[in-house]
């Protein structure tokens, strides 16, 4: 049966055994479907209109698989907190690579559907929770204009899975623009068959940086376009105040895109040092460590295709240490862009770093929420009286004296704050809230969040609820890694 118009290419299956291995989801009980993207099924021209529920619910549990897809796990390895492991997906399945009308490609991937040859001690599967957590905040992330790969449906699928308790089971339907990740490269170069290397740069080019096609140095700039992309999405993290929580190298994608939505969390109030994840225990993946995590996943990347770059192995070191050894500078001019573009302030004046490092450690010592600070710097009402203290309208004055050379209008400085300072971010007690309601069977409170979450940067009618941190609460938020 194929009541639904998919355009399947599935090129990543005629890559060779060492890449992946041809397996079927494992079909489910009792599938139901919870929430679906109609959005995003449009976005990508796919039309799901002649399906009722029960199909639908067939089709995003893997129990009725498209005629042209071409089912596979992914093989990879990667750096779990520092430690070389090899992996692949133990729990998902690639279903194919799906074109929309304009021939972009979009990987489409179920999350929890099954055993693997990659699952080791696992079941293959996930709970409910964690699928819905993962729709809530990748959806946020697009929404924010942060790379990132997408969900499409979570479906229950009428089975329990066993974690601590006993946990409904679900998948999720991810979508990407692949799923090559630093630990691909890893686990190829990891082989030492140096023809498979070949394959998945030229793979990987094709697919993402096609216009390297013609390079003479192909490895070489694809590091360096690696890292430009990498370096942007963190510095997109650092904007919003995202905490990704387990950059392990498995969980970085080559195509820049924020990917595994385990513990991850948004920061209320700014410091450096947050850290949710509660195996996170020494902060690897802290906040400000991102940035030089990042670094250091880029240099394994960069390990990875040395062999390519040159001839010369020590040439081909000291080129690839070179792009690694600059990825702070580049960083840091981004970083500098970025936070003036939060606050408003164009050209350029030599103490236009102090004056936001002042900000930043004024927010930390005074507790200062890093999403509302920004908006109230753009004329959002607050309640809260730490803008009433001296020391931040010290600093507000300042800030003002700049804003004045920025031979601008204020209407224009404003309107460069809007587009960088999100009004919304997922709070983490309201997604908390949402994912209990949903578990219980209630969608409301998590249709209400997805649909303040969808324009985060407007403040249309957001209920103020929403805006705040945890009230209540000053116990430390803490996540667990997706099950
Ligand atoms: P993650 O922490 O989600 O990035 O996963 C790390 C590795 O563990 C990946 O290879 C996953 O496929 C695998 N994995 C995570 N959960 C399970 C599970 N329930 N069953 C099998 N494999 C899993
Ligand atoms: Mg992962």
Known sequence: MNKVN?????????????????????????PEIVIFNHQLAE???????????????????????????????????GHQFGHFTMLGDGRAILLGEHLDTKKNRYDIQFKGSGRTSFSRGGDGRAALGPMLREYVISEAMHALNIPTTRSLAVVKTGEKVVRENLLEGAILTRIASSHIRVGTFQFIAATQNIENLNTLIDYTINRHYPELN????????????????????????????????????????????????????????????????????????????QPPITKWNLARFAECIVPLIDKSEDYAIKLATDLIDNFQNVYEDKWLKMMKNKLGLFGEEKNDKKLITDLLDWMEKNKADYTNTFCYLMGENSNDDIYKKNNFLEWKHKWEMRSKSNNSSKENQIKLMKKNNPIIIPRNHKVEEALTEAEKGNLEKITKILSFLKDPYSNKEITSEYKIPNPESNKKYQTYCGT
């Open 214 to 289: 013609i390079s003479k140095f192909k490895a070489f700039d694809l590091l360096n376009m690696v890292i430009e992309r990498q370096c942007n999405l963190v510095i997109n993290w650092m904007r919003v105040g995202f905490i990704h929580g387990v950059m392990n190298t498995d969980n970085m994608s080559i195509s820049g895109e924020t990917i595994d939505y385990g513990p991850c969390a948004f920061m209320d109030h700014y410091d450096p040092k947050t850290v949710f994840s509660s195996i996170d225990k020494y902060g690897r993946y802290a906040f400000s460590n």
């Open 6 to 30: 998919w355009k399947f290419d599935n090129t990543y299956s005629k890559l060779s055994k060492s890449f992946r291995e041809l397996i079927k989801p494992t079909p489910v009980h009792n």
């Open 43 to 77: 976005d990508i021209n796919l039309d799901i209109s002649k399906l009722n529920n029960k199909e639908l619910s067939n089709i995003f549990s893997g129990n009725d698989l498209p005629k042209n897809s071409k089912t596979l796990a992914q093989a990879y390895a």
